[in-house]
């Protein structure tokens, strides 16, 4: 029997960390499912989901715990609840403002929508004046939404906001 948990984990963006976190997983007959990894200003932040033989688990777990260096957490693994709904996938650009994403993010969720993905930057562009602020979102819209009607309110959030929908 196997176990199953994610494991966030950010530190110093340093060569070998990953591999570190890796090795210490293969030590124990775990592997990576699936995992995703971002870097940002000398930092990392990783997530990744762990299946390990059940007998394996805890040693694993507290090996991971003890890597120097990082800030860990492990969260076991719930079923994932499955509902009708369909992929989206949303481009947004617009002059950058604070609290964009919290008013997107609002939105979102008065409509139901899971966001899988949410990758976003900020550029200044002195020809405009300030700051353009880019998006780009992975969602899961209940069946039951309009997504034409949500992609409209997102637009609808200030001037000269521009939303694509990416196929």
């Given at each position: 029997?196997?176990?199953?948990f994610?494991?966030?984990a950010?530190?110093?963006?340093?060569?070998?960390?990953?591999?570190?976190?890796?090795?210490?997983?293969?030590?124990?007959?775990?592997?990576?499912?699936?995992s995703?990894?971002?870097?940002?200003?000398?930092?990392?932040?990783?997530?990744?989901?762990?299946?390990?033989?059940?007998?394996?688990?805890?040693?694993?777990?507290?090996?991971?715990?003890?890597?120097?260096?990082?800030?860990?957490?492990?969260?076991?693994?719930?079923?994932?609840?499955?509902?009708?709904?369909?992929?989206?996938?949303?481009?947004?650009?617009?002059?950058?403002?604070?609290?964009?994403?919290?008013d997107?993010?609002?939105?979102?969720?008065?409509?139901?929508?899971?966001?899988?993905?949410?990758?976003?930057?900020?550029?200044?562009?002195?020809?405009?004046?300030?700051?353009?602020?880019?998006?780009?979102?992975?969602?899961?819209?209940?069946?039951s939404?309009?997504?034409?009607?949500?992609?409209?309110?997102?637009?609808?959030?200030?001037?000269?906001?521009?939303?694509?929908?990416?196929?």
């Amino acid at each position: 029997m196997s176990a199953l948990f994610l494991v966030t984990a950010v530190g110093e963006d340093k060569p070998g960390t990953l591999n570190r976190l890796a090795d210490i997983t293969h030590s124990q007959q775990g592997k990576w499912l699936s995992s995703r990894v971002v870097n940002l200003d000398g930092q990392f932040a990783c997530i990744f989901k762990v299946q390990v033989p059940q007998k394996n688990s805890q040693t694993l777990q507290d090996a991971l715990l003890n890597v120097d260096g990082v800030q860990l957490d492990i969260h076991d693994c719930k079923p994932a609840h499955l509902s009708q709904s369909e992929s989206l996938h949303l481009v947004i650009d617009a002059e950058d403002r604070p609290g964009l994403i919290n008013d997107i993010t609002r939105l979102l969720v008065g409509h139901g929508v899971n966001v899988n993905k949410l990758e976003c930057h900020r550029v200044s562009v002195p020809e405009a004046g300030g700051n353009v602020f880019t998006a780009e979102l992975d969602l899961m819209v209940p069946d039951s939404e309009n997504t034409a009607s949500i992609i409209a309110e997102i637009e609808s959030l200030q001037a000269q906001m521009v939303v694509n929908q990416a196929h």
